[in-house]
């Protein structure tokens, strides 16, 4: 980086918590003469007017700094899919997979990556669109997954899915989750999914309690083109992604899903490594 830095901060509203923790981070950074980016959100945590809107923030800043949790880093991932922007993820509670640095780790692994000691790790996103009579509905992109889901008083649905063109199978389940190896540990991992190393090259669909019991999660390489057909007249279906953003999915619609040409650049954090982290957040060995 270069000497002149500007700085995006994003950060969770958590009582007592946020506001000193922005604040101290916020005079650190302009001790060191770097520019810092509030949206409207952030400033008002710490009572200070914006300096960019939040969707202006990754097109100028060489930084993202996101405090919070998994969750929090997941929303900031959709507006910073476009950019090169490497982004720096610290947990304000209890370890996350994806924020990995605590609070009492942040300022010296700051100051290592002020120096340019750090590594980054580019995480897959997918690129969802939903198809209804031959017309794109909506499109997004997505860092863990996505999942199809029937609402709450729908009963079982039913979706056939195709693999680059090729039929593979038709599912009866409570829904179907779509994962890059980043939300292998999440969602499809509750639906008994395999967990997958980020640096893999590949996509996991996994049934939600399926009907058959012999549906399993399958792996197909990154650069498939999965199709998902509603086939179920059932209209209680949701589309949900990253567990930020939900669609409506009525009969016949297909649901297409391919690898972004776009990554999220997530900050390595240093000393600290993926099996690390799996070990502490799954409490393995105890």
């Given amino acids: 980086m270069g000497d002149a830095k500007a700085v995006g901060v994003f950060c969770k509203k958590k009582p007592a918590i946020s506001s000193q923790v922005l604040a101290e981070l916020v005079e650190w950074l302009r001790a060191r003469q770097c520019r810092v980016l509030l949206d409207e959100d952030n400033a008002n945590i710490i009572g200070e007017e914006p300096t960019c809107k939040t969707g202006h923030i990754p097109a100028i800043a060489d930084l993202i700094i996101v405090l919070g949790g998994d969750g929090t880093l997941l929303n900031i991932s959709h507006i910073t899919h476009p950019f090169d922007v490497p982004t720096l993820a610290v947990n304000l509670g209890s370890l996350g997979f994806l924020t990995e640095i605590t609070l009492p780790e942040l300022y010296d692994t700051l100051e290592r990556v002020f ?68 939300g292998s540990t999440a969602y ?80 390595q954090a240093p000393g600290k490594n993926y099996y690390q982290t799996l070990r502490k957040k799954l409490h393995w060995g105890r």
């Fill in 115 to 182: 120096r340019g000691e750090y590594s980054i790790e580019p995480r897959m996103l997918l690129k969802p669109c939903l198809w209804r009579d031959g017309q794109k509905v909506d499109e997004d992109y997505v860092l863990n997954d996505v999942v199809i889901n029937k609402g709450g008083l729908a009963r079982i649905v039913d979706l056939e899915v195709h693999v680059n063109d090729q039929y593979m199978t038709s599912y009866r389940a409570d829904g179907l989750i779509i994962s890059t190896p980043t």
């Fill in 188 to 267: 499809s991992l509750s639906a008994g999914g395999p967990i997958i190393h980020p640096s893999m090259q590949a996509l996991v669909l996994s049934p939600i309690c399926p009907f058959t019991l012999t549906n399993r999660s399958i792996l197909v390489p990154d650069q498939s083109v999965i199709q998902v057909r509603l086939t179920t007249s059932n209209e209680d279906v949701h589309i949900t992604l990253d567990g930020q953003k939900s669609m409506n999915m009525t009969h016949g619609d297909v649901l297409e899903i391919k690898k972004a040409d776009s990554t999220f650049k997530l900050i």
